[in-house]
């Protein structure tokens, strides 16, 4: 089946750039898709297809994916984008299977 | 802009069965342009895939749940379900239903419910 990485967590400065990894095999052949999720609050696209941002996003938010890692990077960090992060792609024999990241707690300092 | 609702039991007994809905309202849950789906994340975890359901009823689920799970669509009602069987308190957790868009394949999922809680024990 297939495997999607992330880190547990990542602290950042307000005003910096985080940076969030999901690792897995050939990713760059797939679209990835992330999700933010606060507290207590169902999860939030962010970015879809690699790179695109849904209406009502800030492009503080933007995505990248190559080889066999995807990057969600939050520039100009703020205290509200503290949340977990997931990554999501679409898997399996027919690109039909649904497979999250473990997530990433994104601490701002 | 849509809308989804999950609706069902907060509290269900082991080896029981449970059975979720999901209402969707000012959207039709016949396009053919989307599809629909549930996942689950138990109390302090991540996010678990549980299955979806795309356009003319064709289902797929997590290999993991696949022998437990079943999801049916019900568009007189704009409802889709879902039921899980043979409960364990390994089941309880957050229950969200989603939608989701289809451009070539199946994309991201860009609409969710609320989520429900569902605890499963005696």
């Known amino acids: 089946s297939y495997v999607l990485t992330q880190a547990p967590s990542v602290s950042v400065a307000p005003g910096q750039t985080a940076r969030i990894t999901c690792g897995g095999d050939?990713?760059?052949?797939?679209?990835v898709h992330w999700y933010q999720q606060k507290p207590g609050q169902a999860p939030v696209l962010v970015v879809y297809?690699?790179?695109d941002r849904p209406s009502g996003i800030p492009e503080r938010f933007s995505g990248s994916n190559s080889a066999n890692t995807a990057t969600l990077s939050i520039s100009r960090v703020e205290a509200g984008d503290e949340a977990d992060y997931y990554c999501?792609?679409?898997?399996?024999?027919?690109?039909?299977?649904?497979?999250f990241g473990t997530g990433t707690k994104v601490t701002v300092l | 802009q849509p809308q989804l609702q999950e609706s069902g039991p907060g509290l269900v007994k082991p080896s029981e069965t449970l059975s979720l809905t999901c209402t969707v309202s000012?959207?039709?849950?016949?396009?053919?342009?989307?599809?629909w789906g549930w996942i689950r994340q138990p109390p302090g975890k991540g996010l678990e895939w549980i299955g979806t359901?795309?356009?003319?009823?064709?289902?797929y689920y997590n290999p993991s749940l696949k022998s437990r799970v079943s999801i049916s669509v019900d568009t007189s009602k704009n409802q889709f379900s879902l039921k899980l069987t043979s409960l364990t308190a390994a089941d309880t957790s957050i229950y969200y239903c989603?939608?989701?868009?289809?451009?070539?394949?199946?994309?991201?999922?860009?609409?969710w419910g609320q989520g429900t809680l569902v605890i499963v024990s005696s």
């Open positions: 989603a939608r989701g868009q289809i451009i070539v394949g199946p994309s991201a999922m860009n609409y």
């Open positions: 000012g959207g039709s849950i016949s396009g053919s342009s989307y599809y």
């Open positions: 359901v795309f356009h003319g009823g064709s289902t």
């Open positions: 050939n990713i760059g052949s797939k679209s």
């Open positions: 297809d690699d790179s």
């Open positions: 999501q792609v679409w898997a399996g024999s027919s690109d039909h299977l649904c497979v």
